[in-house]
């Protein structure tokens, strides 16, 4: 009924906040800002950071943040600000392609288990719970013990970890589309199974996935810097947040900003994909 | 009768976010009187029948000038005010049973809560209530132990109308009591109404329906647009309409209208038509009346949890002709969208075989049928779930023109504007998106896409029953137009008589699976031979007026 639209309109109205100053648009926008940033530093880091991430310089070992080096110097007195700028790269590199492979694997797992027939759903579906049944660090950890550390490696297993979650989304969606009057419609009208799938099927199913993405980037970002901090992804000194958490462990004592920073900056990432996550979530709900 | 009214209403206006939705709304009930709000979606009744309850919502401005009930002044009354009225002395009852009641309690104990809150009687007192309510209301009191999921739609509602009887409420509201039901279970909910109201209980009706409120109330009034539009003695409003709108509405009832009868008023916009019908297209048609499509013997049968069987469609036989209307009648579960699932090859029959154009269809590999799929179409009852939702109204068409083989699409609609017109759209509507459409436009939309490939045959499954009857009529007008410009043949499937009875040349009566009568439309009404069809017809609510005009 149309009263239902009204309603809605209804209790909006009944909030009067200023403008678009809300507290449900205020977060989004900061994180919107902080990714727009990230991304900005792993496209053009000499733009928001001139100095050179891998310039040592003794003299001005372990100096707190200051006018000269905004957040502060590390043991061989390379300026923490430009190594933080210049990590995003790698950072996000290993999350968004750690995603990326994650969903191909996933889209592959879950097309096979929605439209095959009951064994190979139930084949899939098995593999997919034992996956699930491992914490996805561990499965990774795994993965690099066999494998030998290194961004590719890095990039491999966190995505082959988080697969088996997607997997299950889209097999869950594509068994809903498969027999929904949108997909019969289709059908009805003679278009053949390969422009359904490709048209239809595919895009449909992959919509809430993609957002959920947008989520498992952070996830994924946190996870690379977790196996660089234990030494298996990315190798000092090149500049990479999880490496940089590590390398400043051992003075936590006295240079507290060592780990500090770069530690915001894995929280600023993983924070800001899940608040962009969540509000396009939302926004796909109430469509 | 006492002189003073049960409720008395003057003045109600009721508004969300400065948007009015209710105006000047003023009613009155007499005691063990039946009024009946008519009126269409949007036109402001339930949110009317929700300020009556002092329900209105969150963001709501109600003001009211009188709100009289049994001698209290309510206008103004606070929360704890109504909450003593509620249930006690006013009871609700609302269209869907299934939402209404809560899926994991008894029907038993969602009835007791009325009584538990509001009287002193013990456990076992309430016990003996809840069964008696239930044998009044024409259930089993063993059906106090089951739940919404348990019973048929009819049960439901019929235990939906016990909860709000619990505790003899003054005055009943129902809203839409029956619109979601067949035509069976609404006959049966509609006699408990009738006596209810007998049994000296006040009752505002609430539906859009005029069949059904002819059939009950003694008093009607026709809301459009958050307004009264006219108020008067049922029989008064319904043989001599003082308001425009109300003729409309009438006029827009198939029930007792021959076939080939227009049922909406024209709307004047040239466009809003289809074309003079188009020689050179009807050529390669086969000639009105030769068979399109025929099904033989078809059988269909699904396991039930918990064991058994359900036959879905037992040895079901049928013919769609060129040009002409086959309907297909039944309660739901009758099996009649299985049947329209296995003409469209898109379920399987254990055996039996159907025939497109004297080819074989069914049972055929999918690949062999592709090709040919384009001469065969559909619309559904939810136009809405059967588009893409992530396309527009244009993509949508031009996707199912996609699908026509060259020279398929009818003559003028190769493009997506040209489809829109043809169901008397506006082009404009190309950019739209299905959500924001009306009911009306998304279903005109969908018989855009199915004619789309250029169909001699189009499945219509339930396509009106989700609509208003002033945009049912327009639909249903649509179709007899495009039919008598294309030739189509038309298998139109509908639990609604008076609405297959309009459309239809020839009737199947299903039931249980099995067609157990089929002949000529006039026929089968008038001399129905079997006894279902003849309780079927019982069960039918109609409008005995003359509105020919």
């Given at each position: 009924?149309?009263?239902?639209s009204t309603r809605?309109?209804g209790?909006l109205?009944?909030?009067p906040?200023?403008?678009?100053?809300?507290a449900?648009?205020?977060?989004?926008?900061v994180?919107?800002l902080?990714?727009?940033?990230?991304?900005?530093a792993?496209l053009?880091?000499?733009w928001l950071?001139p100095?050179d991430?891998?310039?040592?310089?003794p003299?001005?070992?372990?100096?707190g943040?200051?006018g000269?080096h905004?957040?502060?110097t590390?043991?061989?007195?390379?300026?923490?600000?430009?190594?933080i700028?210049?990590?995003?790269?790698?950072?996000l590199l290993?999350?968004?392609?750690a995603t990326a492979l994650?969903?191909g694997?996933?889209?592959?797992?879950g097309?096979?288990a929605g439209?095959?027939?009951?064994w190979?759903?139930?084949?899939?579906?098995r593999i997919v719970?034992?996956?699930?049944?491992?914490?996805?660090?561990l499965?990774?950890?795994?993965?690099?013990?066999?494998?030998?550390p290194?961004?590719?490696?890095t990039?491999?297993?966190?995505?082959l970890s988080?697969a088996?979650?997607y997997?299950r989304?889209?097999?869950t969606?594509v068994?809903a589309?498969r027999t929904?009057?949108m997909i019969?419609a289709?059908?009805v009208?003679?278009?053949s199974?390969?422009r359904?799938l490709?048209?239809h099927?595919?895009p449909n199913a992959l919509?809430?996935?993609?957002?959920?993405?947008?989520?498992?980037?952070g996830q994924a970002v946190v996870?690379?810097?977790?196996?660089?901090?234990?030494?298996?992804?990315e190798?000092p000194?090149?500049p990479?947040?999880?490496a940089?958490?590590?390398a400043?462990r051992?003075?936590?004592g006295?240079?507290?900003?060592?780990t500090?920073?770069?530690?915001?900056?894995?929280?600023?990432t993983a924070?800001?994909?899940t608040?962009?996550?969540r509000?396009?979530q939302?926004?796909?709900?109430?469509? | 009768?006492s002189?003073?009214?049960?409720?008395?209403?003057?003045g109600l206006d009721?508004?969300?976010?400065?948007t009015p939705?209710?105006q000047?709304?003023?009613?009155?009930i007499g005691?063990?009187e039946?009024l009946?709000?008519v009126?269409e979606s949007?036109s402001?009744?339930?949110?009317?029948?929700r300020?009556l309850?002092g329900?209105?919502?969150r963001?709501?401005?109600?003001a009211v000038?009188?709100?009289?009930?049994?001698?209290t002044?309510l206008?103004?009354?606070?929360?704890?005010?109504?909450?003593r009225?509620r249930?006690?002395?006013?009871?609700?009852?609302?269209q869907d049973?299934?939402v209404s009641?809560?899926?994991?309690?008894?029907?038993?104990?969602?009835?007791?809560?009325a009584l538990?809150l509001?009287?002193?009687?013990?456990?076992?007192?309430r016990?003996a209530?809840?069964a008696?309510?239930?044998?009044s209301?024409?259930?089993?009191?063993?059906d106090?132990?089951?739940?919404a999921?348990?019973?048929?739609?009819g049960?439901?509602?019929?235990?939906l109308i016990?909860?709000?009887?619990?505790?003899?409420?003054?005055l009943?509201i129902?809203?839409e009591?029956?619109t979601?039901?067949d035509?069976?279970?609404q006959a049966?909910?509609?006699?408990l109404?009738?006596?209810l109201?007998?049994?000296?209980?006040?009752l505002?009706?609430?539906s859009h329906?005029?069949?059904?409120?002819s059939?009950?109330a003694?008093?009607?009034a026709?809301?459009?647009?958050?307004?009264i539009?006219?108020?008067?003695?049922?029989?008064?409003?319904?043989?001599?309409p003082e308001?425009e709108?109300?003729?409309?509405?009438l006029?827009?009832?198939?029930?007792?209208?021959?076939r080939?009868t227009?049922l909406?008023?024209?709307t004047?916009?040239s466009?809003?038509?289809p074309?003079?019908p188009?020689?050179?297209?009807?050529?390669s048609?086969p000639?009105i009346g030769?068979?399109?499509l025929?099904a033989?013997n078809l059988v269909?049968a699904f396991?039930?949890?918990g064991g058994?069987?359900?036959?879905?469609?037992d040895d079901?036989?049928l013919?769609v002709?060129a040009?002409?209307?086959?309907g297909?009648v039944?309660?739901?579960?009758?099996g009649?969208?299985t049947?329209?699932r296995i003409?469209l090859?898109l379920?399987?029959?254990?055996?039996?075989?159907?025939k497109?154009?004297g080819e074989?269809?069914?049972?055929?590999p999918?690949?062999?049928r592709?090709?040919?799929r384009?001469?065969?179409?559909?619309?559904y009852?939810d136009?809405?779930?059967?588009?893409d939702?992530?396309?527009?109204v244009g993509?949508i068409?031009?996707?199912?023109?996609?699908?026509?083989?060259t020279g398929?699409?009818?003559?003028?609609?190769h493009?997506?504007?040209?489809?829109?017109?043809?169901?008397?759209?506006?082009?404009?509507?190309?950019g739209?998106?299905?959500s924001?459409?009306?009911?009306?436009?998304r279903?005109?939309?969908?018989i855009?896409?199915?004619?789309?490939?250029?169909?001699?045959?189009?499945?219509c499954?339930?396509?009106?029953?989700?609509?208003?009857?002033?945009?049912q009529?327009?639909i249903?007008d649509?179709?007899d137009d495009?039919?008598?410009?294309?030739g189509?043949?038309?298998?139109f499937i509908?639990?609604?008589?008076?609405?297959?009875?309009?459309?239809?040349?020839r009737l199947a009566?299903?039931?249980d699976?099995?067609?157990?009568?089929?002949?000529?439309?006039?026929?089968?009404?008038?001399?129905?031979r079997?006894e279902y069809t003849?309780?079927?017809?019982a069960?039918?609510?109609?409008?005995?007026?003359?509105?020919?005009?």
């Open positions: 009924m149309g009263n239902a809605r309109a209790t109205r009944r909030r906040r200023a403008g678009w100053l809300r449900g648009n205020v977060l989004p926008a994180a919107a902080t990714a727009l940033f990230l991304v900005l792993a053009v880091p000499g950071a100095a991430p891998l310039a040592i310089d003299v001005a070992a372990f100096r943040p200051s000269a905004w957040l502060g590390d043991e061989s007195g390379r300026d923490i600000y430009s190594r700028v210049h990590g995003a790269r790698p950072s290993i999350g968004a392609a994650g969903l694997l996933a889209l592959l797992l097309l096979a439209l095959g027939g009951r190979l759903d139930a084949g899939v579906g719970e034992v996956l699930l049944a491992l914490p996805g660090l499965l990774a950890l795994v993965f690099i013990a066999l494998a030998g290194g961004v590719a490696t990039i491999v297993a966190v995505g988080t088996p979650g997997a989304i889209i097999r969606q068994r589309l929904s009057p019969e289709a059908r009208l003679g278009h199974p390969a359904i490709a048209r099927l595919l919509g809430p996935v993609l957002v959920l993405a947008t989520l498992g980037i996870w690379a810097s977790a196996l660089s901090f234990l030494g298996l992804g190798a000194p090149a990479e947040w999880g940089m958490l590590a400043g051992t003075y936590l006295f240079a507290w900003w060592m500090f920073f770069p530690g915001l900056a894995i929280v600023a924070a800001s994909s608040v962009l996550g509000s396009l939302r926004r796909a709900v109430g469509a | 009768m002189a003073a009214p049960l409720l008395r209403v003057d009721v508004g969300f976010g400065g939705v209710v000047d709304v003023s009613l009155y005691r063990g039946c009946a709000l009126g949007g402001g009744k339930s949110v009317t029948a300020a309850l329900l209105a919502g963001g709501s401005r109600v000038r009188t709100l009289d009930f049994d001698g002044n206008s103004g009354a606070g929360q704890r005010a109504w909450r009225l249930g006690s002395r006013i009871g609700l009852v609302l049973a299934l009641l809560d899926p994991l309690r008894t029907v038993g104990r969602e009835i007791d809560d538990r509001h009287t002193a009687l013990s456990p076992a007192e016990a209530k809840v008696g309510l239930l044998e209301m024409g259930l089993a009191a063993a106090a132990g089951r739940r999921g348990e019973l048929s739609g049960m439901r509602q019929r235990a016990a909860a709000a009887m619990a505790l003899d409420p003054d009943l129902a809203d009591p029956t979601a039901l035509a069976e279970a049966q909910v509609l006699d109404l009738a006596g109201r007998a049994g000296g209980s006040s505002l009706l609430i329906d005029l069949a059904v409120v059939a009950v003694d008093r009607v026709i809301m459009r647009g958050g307004r539009l006219e108020q008067g003695p049922t029989d008064q409003v319904l043989t001599s308001h709108y109300t003729r409309m509405l006029r827009a009832v198939p029930a007792g209208r021959p080939g227009r909406s008023a024209p004047g916009r466009d809003a038509r074309h003079a188009d020689a050179k297209l009807l050529d048609s000639s030769g068979p399109v025929e033989r269909r396991p039930v949890p058994g069987i359900l036959h879905a469609a079901v036989s013919r002709e040009g002409r209307t086959l297909l039944g309660a739901s579960g009758s009649k969208s049947t329209a003409l090859g379920d399987v029959p254990a055996s039996g075989t159907v497109l154009f074989p269809w069914v049972p055929l999918e690949a062999s592709r090709p040919r384009t001469r065969l179409g559909a619309i009852q136009p809405l779930s059967s588009f939702p992530r396309r527009r993509a068409l031009a996707d199912a023109l996609a699908a026509a083989t398929g699409a009818p003559e003028g609609a493009d997506p504007a040209g489809l829109l017109q043809l169901v008397g759209l506006e082009p404009a509507l190309a739209r998106h299905p924001t459409l009306s009911g009306g436009q279903q005109r939309v969908a855009a896409r199915a004619l789309a490939p250029g169909p001699r045959v189009l499945i499954d339930e396509p009106v029953s989700a609509l208003d009857v002033s945009v009529a327009q249903l649509l179709l495009l039919q008598a410009r294309l189509l043949g038309y298998l509908s639990h609604d008589l008076a609405v297959v009875r309009h459309v239809s040349d009566v299903m039931r699976g099995r067609i157990v009568e089929s002949g000529p439309t006039e026929q089968v009404f008038a001399e129905p079997h003849r309780a079927l017809l069960a039918s609510p109609t409008l005995a007026t003359d509105t020919s005009d």
